[in-house]
């Protein structure tokens, strides 16, 4: 497992609909190794933090084995590291086989995995086309967040080790699949509700959505 790109890029502003909207998901791959602190690699910024950003959603990172499945699907588009607007470009970590509280070591850092990204308009600005929105959250390829348990250098070809676990029960993909597709899941909705590295968010969502299905 490791790191195939680093991606960063500051809030700019771009023109979508008849509207001007600032947005930070246009990354570009960085050659030399760059800080990574509490909220945001050095040189990277989000626009809107009340959905993007904040501690539970410090690093995004998307595995580079499902550039090929949008290759396919989005046939003459260029897909440049970093086009989903990720930090890291990763190899050998897929959603299905990690979990939500898994530690990984990459560079000086230690990161934590909590949650899948859930897919705004900003990706229909980045693609020019609203429909990637839905089609992204339909692929099941969401990528995930990572929280920074500790600050440091990382850098492009860095390895990513495996070196906690808080349980192996709820993966990433599983809460994709109980945001959109299985939502009437009452074991896994009252398990991922005791997961405690869940973000707060996340468990009241579910647990709602448990409330729903049980009144």
């Known amino acids: 497992m490791k790191i195939l790109s680093v991606n960063v890029g500051l809030p700019k502003e771009v ?24 909220l945001n690699l050095d040189g990277d910024q989000q626009a809107d933090l009340t959905v993007h950003g904040g501690v539970t959603k410090a690093v ?48 000086e850092t230690e990161l934590m995995v909590t949650e899948p990204r859930m897919p705004c308009y900003k990706l229909g600005i980045k693609f020019g086309r609203p429909d990637i929105i839905k089609r992204f959250l339909a692929s099941r390829r969401t990528g995930f967040y990572f929280a920074v348990v500790r600050e440091g250098i990382v850098g492009t070809g860095d390895a990513i080790k495996l070196i906690g676990q808080e349980q192996q029960e709820t993966s990433v993909a599983d809460i994709t699949r109980l945001y959109a597709f299985e939502k009437d899941d009452l074991k896994s909705l009252r398990r991922a509700i005791k997961v405690e590295a869940l973000p707060e968010s996340w468990k009241g969502y579910f647990q709602h959505q448990l409330e729903k299905q049980l009144s």
Do not use: C
């Open 60 to 107: 995004y990172a998307y595995p580079s084995e499902h550039y090929g499945y949008w290759r396919t699907e989005l046939p003459g588009v260029d897909l440049p590291w970093g086009m989903f607007g990720e930090n890291f470009t990763t190899e050998g970590l897929l959603e299905e086989a990690i979990y939500i509280g898994d530690r990984f070591g990459i560079g």
């Open 15 to 38: 023109s979508w609909q008849g509207k001007l909207v600032t947005t930070g998901i246009f990354k570009e791959p960085v050659n030399t190794p760059v800080m990574l602190r509490a």
